[in-house]
């Protein structure tokens, strides 16, 4: 009544009507006299205690209820004619004498009187509106098992049940785990006693062996049911375990749960039909319910059981097959190992041939594990059919979750890999590895169309639901209050497990007063702007010296146009760009400073996000911090910003090469700004001309760059850009942003393990030793210096082979490394060929072993004169 009413426009009447609805709808009998003997000023709370009260003083009144395997052959009597008596229990505790009758009576359903002296034979059905039975014995109404007997030695439990068609509301199952197993459960207050069907206990619990009982239950029309056994199992609901009995019956279309282990379960019944648990806790109630969907955040790989994945090639393309890329000595056996992982696991699938074959990179994570990559912009990328699913719009989103109080946002664990691929597509994104070929089952990170493919899934699967919306692998729920919030996710949480999929509970959040969304934050008061999209300009560090004056006003500069007055504003600001001034930053300078920023926050200048619209990200870096602006281009070719995002680069970030830094612009701009740009074309500005051969749309994922580039490189790889090399001058906003960075954004510094973590446990040489001869080396310190400072022009005859390498080149704790290899200073490189050497290996072996590890200048010929020079090779 409750969840209906609160649709209706009762406004202050609600609670009145209730409490009315509540007395005159019950039905005829000693429940509702008992209520009308109160006053009328008690209110619905309290005269739903009363008719709780008054029920279980009638069962404990009329109905022989005694503890079942509790023994009663003392309480036999026996009277004069062999007929024998039972113990009854009444309100006032005496003990009366009862005779009971064979059958039960049609009109109630009791045992203790002929159906002639039934006091109820007046009482019209509830059910089929016929004068001479209750509800609850009704022929037209399907019961479950409510009574139970035990072999003359014991009573019967007897309470009426409700109906599953009645009121036309829907039973309520729950996931109870038997022995680790889920098994859904309807709770039943009108069963005396759990139980479970047979054909239930043999498929899913095949190993608990089936006791025998003695057992039998009655249903309301008098028939009696033997069970088939009785089993005692482990049960655990929420955050509640124990071992309990179950009976086990031949027939039976779902398993239940009775009044026996409601309580233990922590559920109870609150007002009519309708289950709580036990604690009101809102965080406790999540958490039952994310208990009750455990096999939802199972941490392992979901397959979604609906559809497999056809991806699509242009007509008359030729299939590419590349061959594998060798791969570092120290991760060959991690690399092995997790190709067996998968294929365990039914991701991938060996084959003895493929026409399609796209080779491997294999990725150091953040943590040390390996991720194995298929570059697949080499191979089959450039000739599949994009799928053009739209990606839901601002307007759509914000009318699905309106008048919603708090938010929760879903993470899926592993997304793409939850999606089955049709067997043709698996030979297209076939990998090709050092191990062999492997059919690729799961939809891949890393191919164009799989955003817009995972989109339309997740669209068809919750299509239907109130209060939802999902943006690719995020869906956002919430309810118009706590109740139905939660009853949205379960329904979200029933979907997605039963289709097959697993979520990130660790990304998972709940119950959020606000979420951010393509610029805009949805909260239960309505939508306004996201600030954080204009954070970078406000927070944005006053000037310390010209230069940074400069990049300010350059790119304040870049939106003149559409800021009044701006030179007037930037007058204090002007004076200090003046010959022979000094720099002296003064309050009219803060002043015209603050304003400035407020102007290129304002929204006359800021433009909301289109989907309509060309995009174009710039992002750029300097020393100390990097910096990206987000700008629709109009079809005047006008460019108006949607959002700023800047940061101060941390301690070890600032010693990034430069290639390093400004990959690490770009990596950083696209991931904040990702919300707007996945699932959808855009350009990428850079003023750094190398990053087109690391980022370049038609290029692979670097192999001999650093393992953190390669990392950023396979994250872009989900993007559809274009790359474009734009002047310093024309980049002026990004430029600004990175030299007066947002101090309040600061990234938290965590350990990034690399390449060379996994050569000092593979190389024989010390590694402090290395350190500091990198440090004395006079080549090494002008290398460091460059990938610092920037390459000259020309350099000498000595550098010209670092300075060919100079992108691919970088500084990994305070070691000079070329990709995987790590850079031998000259003072070391005569004894490590000599430890290599020590096992006497022909000179082929010895140079694959060498190039997998190490490099310098002339590696090739030193390793040549080396083997040639030695006597027990020419003996």
């Known amino acids: 009544m409750k969840n209906f009413a609160a649709q209706c426009s009762f406004g202050s009447n609600l609670i009145p009507v209730l409490k009315d609805k509540f007395t005159t709808g019950m039905k005829d009998g000693p429940i509702k006299d008992r209520l009308y003997e109160e006053e009328t000023t008690k209110d619905l709370s309290e005269l739903m205690e009363v008719a709780m009260k008054k029920e279980a003083a009638i069962k404990t009144t009329n109905i022989e209820v005694h503890s079942i395997g509790r023994s009663r052959e003392g309480a036999k009597k026996k009277n004069g004619n062999g007929s024998q008596k039972k113990l009854s229990t009444t309100m006032g505790g005496e003990k009366t004498t009862k005779k009971n009758y064979d059958k039960a009576c049609y009109v109630c359903g009791l045992t203790n009187h002929k159906f002639s002296e039934c006091k109820y034979k007046q009482y019209k059905c509830k059910n089929c509106n016929t004068v001479g039975h209750l509800a609850k014995v009704c022929k037209t109404v399907k019961n479950h098992f409510v009574e139970v007997e035990e072999n003359k030695v014991m009573d019967m439990f007897q309470v009426e049940v409700k109906s599953e068609n009645n009121c036309g509301l829907s039973p309520v199952m729950i996931s109870v785990k038997i022995e680790n197993v889920s098994i859904e459960m309807e709770v039943d207050s009108g069963a005396g006693i759990s139980i479970l069907p047979e054909e239930i206990v043999k498929e899913k619990l095949p190993h608990i062996h089936i006791n025998s009982t003695v057992l039998k239950l009655r249903t309301y029309d008098g028939s009696i049911i033997k069970p088939t056994g009785e089993i005692e199992v482990k049960l655990k609901y929420g955050e509640r375990e124990l071992y309990g009995k179950l009976l086990v019956v031949k027939k039976g279309h779902r398993a239940l749960v009775g009044r026996d282990l409601m309580k233990k379960l922590g559920i109870t019944i609150m007002g009519i039909s309708k289950i709580e648990v036990e604690s009101t806790n809102k965080n406790n109630k999540l958490e039952l319910l994310m208990n009750e969907f455990e096999e939802l955040f ?33 991760f060959k056996k991690k690399v092995e190992e997790e190709l067996d992982r998968l294929e365990k696991e039914d991701i991938i699938q060996k084959v003895e041939t493929s026409e399609w074959g796209t080779p491997l990179v294999p990725v150091i994570k953040p943590d040390g594990s390996i991720r194995l990559c298929a570059d697949y912009k080499t191979t089959v990328n450039k000739y599949l059919v994009d799928i053009n699913h739209p990606l839901p719009r601002v307007e759509d989103v914000f009318v699905a979750l309106q008048g919603g109080k708090t938010f929760s946002k879903l993470d899926f664990l592993n997304a793409y890999n939850q999606l089955e691929l049709c067997e043709n597509t698996q030979k297209l994104l076939a990998w090709s590895t050092s191990k062999g070929i492997y059919l690729v089952k799961r939809l891949p990170f890393g191919t164009k169309p799989a955003c817009s493919k995972f989109q339309s899934v997740i669209e068809k699967v919750l299509l239907g639901t109130k209060g939802v919306k999902n943006f690719l692998d995020d869906i956002i729920v919430t309810g118009s209050s706590e109740q139905e919030h939660l009853d949205n996710l379960r329904e979200v949480f029933k979907r997605l497990q039963k289709a097959g999929f697993r979520l990130n509970k660790k990304k998972c959040s709940f119950f959020q007063p606000k979420i951010n969304y393509l610029g805009h934050v949805i909260g239960s008061e309505g939508i306004e702007r996201d600030e954080n999209k204009v954070k970078a300009m406000l927070n944005a560090i006053e000037p310390k010296s010209v230069t940074e004056v400069k990049a300010f006003t350059g790119m304040v500069n870049y939106y003149a146009k559409f800021i009044p007055n701006l030179s007037t504003l930037l007058g204090p600001i002007y004076n200090l760009l003046k010959k022979e001034v000094k720099f002296v930053w003064t309050k009219e300078c803060r002043e015209a400073f603050n304003k400035t920023k407020q102007a290129m926050a304002s929204e006359s200048l800021l433009v909301h996000y289109n989907p309509d619209l060309d995009v174009v990200l710039s992002c750029d870096a300097s020393e100390y911090g990097i910096g990206a602006v987000l700008m629709h281009i109009f079809e005047n070719g006008e460019k108006r910003p949607v959002g700023y995002a800047s940061r101060i680069l941390t301690v070890a970030e600032r010693k990034y090469s430069v290639i390093q830094k400004e990959a690490l612009a770009v990596f950083w701009g696209v991931k904040k700004f990702s919300q707007y740009l996945l699932g959808r074309k855009f350009f990428l500005e850079t003023d750094h001309k190398p990053l087109l051969a690391l980022y370049g749309e038609k290029k692979g994922i670097p192999v001999m760059a650093s393992g953190r580039i390669q990392r950023w490189a396979l994250y872009l790889s989900e993007f559809d850009y274009q790359v474009v090399h734009i002047k310093g001058n024309d980049n002026k906003v990004a430029d600004g942003l990175s030299r007066l960075p947002d101090k309040d954004d600061v990234l938290i510094q965590t350990k ?66 070329w990709g995987y290899r790590i850079l031998i200073p000259k003072v070391l490189r ?13 000179m082929s072996k010895m140079k694959t072993l060498c190039r997998s590890y190490m490099w310098w200048p002339g590696l090739d010929k030193d390793i040549e004169k080396w083997v040639q020079s030695c006597r027990t090779n020419f003996s």
Do not use: Q
């Open 298 to 330: 199972e941490e392992k790989v979901g397959k979604y059981k609906y559809e497999k994945v056809t991806l699509k090639v242009k007509e008359g393309c030729t299939p590419v097959f590349c061959k594998p890329r060798p791969i570092p000595f120290a």
């Open 830 to 842: 005569k004894d490590l060929l000599k430890e290599v050497h020590s096992t006497h290996m022909g």
């Open 752 to 817: 990034e393990v690399d390449y060379v973590d996994f050569m000092e446990n593979t190389m024989p040489i010390d590694y402090g030793i290395l350190r500091v001869e990198t440090k004395k080396d006079k080549e090494f310190s002008l290398v460091i210096k460059f990938l610092n400072e920037g390459w000259p022009i020309k350099v000498s005859e000595e550098l010209k082979p670092y300075a060919i390498r100079k992108e691919e080149i970088c500084v990994d704790k305070d070691i000079l490394m």
